[in-house]
């Protein structure tokens, strides 16, 4: 894929689509490029949503990707609140929401994900809200304050993060969570009861092991969660955190394989040479673990951008990187990287009642899968390092604190 003259259609103006579009520039595109985009305002980052965002701590200038400018200032050109419905593989064509045909030599599907939903007597009501945009969040800051109690449902990492800012701005808040811990899908056990303790001391309420039954309405607006044990727990608004699904349905309907996410290859190509795909809406190798994966984060929309683009500009792609992810509650921040798929040993270093502390999983031969650092950037960043050089180490040089990671790593 060499013709830098063709059109690139870009669908999906968020994290993954604005950074292709950029990308595409710098690494020398010369033709149009398009970035359509279902929302109305340029590509923005959304993790300050749940955080800085929902405090009132941040501002548009903070949260766009790039300046409004950047767009038209490289020939970008920006098609905003404007919805791709078909797509014609064989006329190279993409139908838009008001029936227009939008022709592409090369188009990137950069779609992400939305709000898993709940199907839920009440989920209908007013005041029971999801987080994924601008909108979105604004909406819920609306809801936050003094005297203002905040249910969340689901004790994933946006709904924690969430229900941190919510007691920031002074509101109550209660996670509520089906499993028997927060996090439970992606958390070890002990980083999951390390934040059940810091949201508690905080003034969260935790209720696990919860079965939501339905949510009940006062003058038409929510009012509270009714668990299947009867209780009822009042509020003035709901989130529902519950996870997120690929918007894959225009790849799927197109014909290109789709398993929970697009699959594509370690150069962000589907089986059809026109058409990538990046991001949240993506199933790609992650040539660590030996599986095909779907993450959902930004250093992997930027990583994907980066895969797309080279091969778009003919360049090799990159080397494959270790994922990771970022989550920031109250003053922690945590970092992952890699993951931990089939551990056999997890090593905890440092204290988690000093809130400095890492856990790191490692295969059955010693090779080190992940890293959960809790305000412990060393940590964090020794550890990604030697995931990606597959380094195996005992378990207990990785706990003996008076190791440094620099001489781990070396
Ligand atoms: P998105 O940024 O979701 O962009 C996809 C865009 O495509 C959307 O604007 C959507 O409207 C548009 N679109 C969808 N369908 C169509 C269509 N048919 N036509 C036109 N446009 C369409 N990640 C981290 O690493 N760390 C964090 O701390 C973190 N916090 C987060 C907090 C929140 C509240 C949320 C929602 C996400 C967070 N994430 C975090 C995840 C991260 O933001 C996503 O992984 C990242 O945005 C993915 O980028 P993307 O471009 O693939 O998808």
């Known amino acids: 894929m060499t013709e830098t003259d063709a059109h690139v259609v870009i669908l999906g103006a968020g994290h993954a689509g604005g950074t292709v579009a950029?990308?595409?520039?710098?690494?020398?595109?010369?033709?149009?490029?398009?970035?359509?985009?279902?929302?109305?305002?340029?590509?923005?980052?959304?993790?300050?949503?749940?955080?800085?965002w929902l405090r009132g701590e941040a501002d548009w200038k903070s949260l766009a990707l790039r300046a409004d400018s950047f767009y038209a200032a490289n020939g970008v050109a920006l098609r905003l609140?404007?919805?791709?419905?078909?797509?014609?593989?064989?006329?190279?064509?993409?139908?838009?929401?008001?029936?227009?045909?939008?022709?592409?030599?090369?188009?990137?599907?950069?779609?992400?994900?939305?709000?898993?939903?709940?199907?839920?007597?009440?989920?209908?009501?007013?005041?029971?809200?999801?987080?994924?945009?601008?909108?979105?969040?604004?909406?819920?800051?609306?809801?936050?304050?003094?005297?203002?109690?905040?249910?969340?449902?689901?004790?994933?990492?946006?709904?924690?993060?969430?229900?941190?800012?919510?007691?920031?701005?002074?509101?109550?808040?209660?996670?509520?969570?089906?499993?028997?811990?927060?996090?439970?899908?992606?958390?070890?056990?002990?980083?999951?009861?390390?934040?059940?303790?810091?949201?508690?001391?905080?003034?969260?309420?935790l209720v696990l092991d919860a079965r939501v039954e339905a949510l009940e309405a006062l003058s038409s607006r929510v009012s509270g969660v009714r668990l299947s044990n009867g209780r009822l727990i009042a509020c003035d608004a709901v989130l529902i955190g519950v996870g997120a699904l690929a918007n894959d349905e225009l790849a799927c309907a197109a014909g290109l394989a789709c398993e929970g996410g697009i699959v594509v290859d370690l150069a962000?190509?589907?089986?059809?040479?026109?058409?990538?795909?990046?991001?949240?809406?993506?199933?790609?190798?992650?040539?660590?673990?030996?599986?095909m994966w779907r993450l959902e984060s930004v250093p992997n929309a930027l990583e994907q951008a980066k895969q797309a683009a080279a091969s778009l500009c003919g360049r090799s792609p990159p080397a494959p990187e270790v994922p990771w992810f970022w989550s920031d509650q109250y003053d922690i921040r945590l970092q992952i990287a890699g993951l931990p798929f089939d551990a056999a040993e997890t090593v905890l270093r440092g204290d988690p009642a000093s809130a400095g502390f890492a856990l790191f999983h490692l295969a059955a031969d010693n090779r080190l899968l992940a890293v959960e650092a809790v305000n412990a950037a060393p940590e964090f960043m020794a550890g990604r390092l030697m995931i990606g050089r597959q380094k195996q180490i005992p378990g207990a040089r990785l706990r003996d604190m008076s190791v440094s990671m620099k001489d781990l790593a070396a």
């Open 268 to 291: 962000a190509r589907t089986a059809d040479p026109r058409v990538l795909a990046i991001g949240d809406c993506t199933r790609r190798p992650l040539p660590l673990y030996g599986r």
């Open 22 to 52: 950029a990308l595409l520039r710098q690494y020398g595109w010369k033709g149009p490029i398009t970035l359509l985009g279902a929302e109305p305002l340029p590509p923005y980052q959304r993790p300050p949503l749940s955080k800085q």
């Open 81 to 205: 609140g404007a919805s791709a419905t078909a797509l014609d593989r064989e006329a190279r064509s993409v139908t838009l929401g008001t029936g227009e045909r939008l022709a592409y030599d090369y188009l990137v599907l950069a779609l992400g994900s939305r709000s898993r939903t709940l199907d839920l007597p009440g989920i209908d009501l007013p005041g029971v809200l999801e987080l994924r945009t601008v909108a979105d969040a604004d909406a819920l800051k609306s809801a936050l304050g003094p005297g203002k109690r905040l249910a969340v449902i689901g004790g994933g990492y946006i709904g924690l993060e969430a229900a941190a800012s919510a007691r920031a701005l002074g509101a109550d808040a209660v996670v509520i969570e089906r499993e028997a811990r927060v996090l439970a899908r992606v958390a070890c056990p002990t980083l999951s009861a390390f934040f059940q303790d810091y949201h508690r001391a905080r003034g969260v309420e």
